[in-house]
């Protein structure tokens, strides 16, 4: 089904961030990706696409948060530890983030220059306060 808002949310998998109360929206109003940090990857995209595509979304939100682990630390330092403890580098990154707002702020582009996505997109990124669960909007 289509979520009747025609949104879709990217954000964190921390289990702490109930997206539905966030934006007082009620199940079957929007999509919601989930992914360590809410940053988007190919992965991202690819469902955002069929979303867009196929299921008539055209708003995405990209909330990333305060506390997020994966601020705490950097792609070369945990894929050396995964090198060191299993012998083999991932193929993939953790896409670590130092900063949420540089790191939504870049998201955000990304999104607005997909050529998969819809031309008429409507892309906005939030940092989510988790202790006072609050948003800010990050333009």
């Known amino acids: ?6 949104i879709s949310v ?3 998998m921390d289990s702490r961030i109930d997206v539905f109360t966030l934006f007082g929206m009620h199940l079957g109003e929007a999509h919601v990706l989930r992914n360590a940090g809410g940053v988007v990857t190919d992965d991202v ?10 299921l ?14 994966l601020t705490t630390f950097t792609d070369d330092e945990f894929t050396e530890q995964l090198a060191a403890e299993t012998g083999m580098r991932p193929a ?10 540089i790191s ?8 607005r220059h997909d050529p998969f996505l819809r031309s008429d997109t409507r892309v906005r990124g939030y940092i989510l306060d988790i202790g006072s669960f609050t948003l800010e909007e990050i333009e």
């Open 104 to 111: 939504v702020r870049r998201d955000i582009a990304r999104l």
């Open 92 to 101: 993939w990154r953790t896409h670590a983030i130092a900063d949420p707002a």
């Open 45 to 54: 995209i690819r469902s955002l696409t069929i979303s867009q595509r196929q």
């Open 56 to 69: 008539h979304t055209r708003d995405i939100l990209i909330v990333q948060h305060t506390g997020c682990g």
């Open 10 to 12: 990217v954000t964190c």
């Open 1 to 6: 089904m289509p979520p009747s808002l025609a």
